[in-house]
T-cell receptor, first 115, second 114 residues
Framework: AQTVTQSQPEMSVQEAETVTLSCTYD???????LFWYKQPPSRQMILVIR??????QNATENRFSVNFQKAAKSFSLKISDSQLGDTAMYFC????????????FGKGTKLTVNP | DSGVTQTPKHLITATGQRVTLRCSPR?????VYWYQQSLDQGLQFLIQ???????AKGNILERFSAQQFPDLHSELNLSSLELGDSALYFC?????????????FGPGTRLTVT
């Protein structure tokens, strides 16, 4: 069974600065996807960024980028130029390719962006 | 707006009762997933339907059941409700089998069992 671990329950950052959220996962699969979801106080789950395991290039979406280290089973999220609207819970998620496409989530990291 | 709709937004009911949560996937998406988010269990996958057929099952209690209808909307039925069933229930959809594998979540239904 796959597991996802987010070791930082809470983090804070000043507006306009950069912050990195950590995620590690455990799997014996070779083909899979990794995701970061954002859950603001509204409780909506919003897809932030995705990474396909077979792609070595790290994904980037505007101010959000990942550092994917497949051998180390690490998938961290970097948020640049943090904005107040980035305040949210961030969940790392794993999906095996093929078969059940269920998402396996970490416990989440609560990020607060301070003015 | 993800394009996934869920009704109702909030539901308050008593122990022992039965409720039905409804989900409409994004246009064109064939797969529907149900997840439960609670304080103690976090986000957990319950069940997946693909084009009307059950495709995968997670930690779904026997008191819970789901189905996907020909128009692709899905319903999650929760019966003999217990206090511990209080949670936020999410529906997500994806196109599955195509080039898109991302799951897009609805706004959730907050269930409170008293």
């Amino acid at each position: 069974a796959q597991t996802v671990t987010q070791s930082q329950p809470e983090m804070s950052v000043q507006e306009a600065e950069t912050v990195t959220l950590s995620c590690t996962y455990d799997t014996s699969e070779s083909n899979y996807y990794l995701f970061w979801y954002k859950q603001p106080p509204s409780r909506q789950m919003i897809l932030v960024i995705r990474q396909e395991a077979y792609k070595q290039q790290n994904a980037t979406e505007n101010r959000f980028s990942v550092n994917f280290q497949k051998a180390a089973k690490s998938f961290s999220l970097k948020i640049s130029d943090s904005q107040l609207g980035d305040t949210a819970m961030y969940f790392c998620a794993f999906m095996r390719k093929g078969g059940s496409e269920k998402l396996v989530f970490g416990k989440g990291t609560k990020l607060t962006v301070n003015p | 707006d993800s394009g996934v709709t869920q009704t109702p937004k909030h539901l308050i009911t008593a122990t022992g009762q039965r409720v039905t949560l409804r989900c409409s996937p994004r246009s064109g998406d064939l797969s529907v997933y149900w997840y439960q988010q609670s304080l103690d269990q976090g986000l957990q996958f319950l069940i997946q339907y693909y084009n009307g057929e059950e495709r995968a099952k997670g930690n779904i209690l026997e008191r819970f059941s789901a189905q996907q209808f020909p128009d692709l909307h899905s319903e999650l039925n929760l019966s003999s409700l217990e206090l511990g069933d209080s949670a936020l229930y999410f529906c997500a959809s994806s196109s599955t089998g195509g080039s898109s594998y991302e799951q897009y979540f609805g706004p959730g239904t907050r269930l409170t069992v008293t």
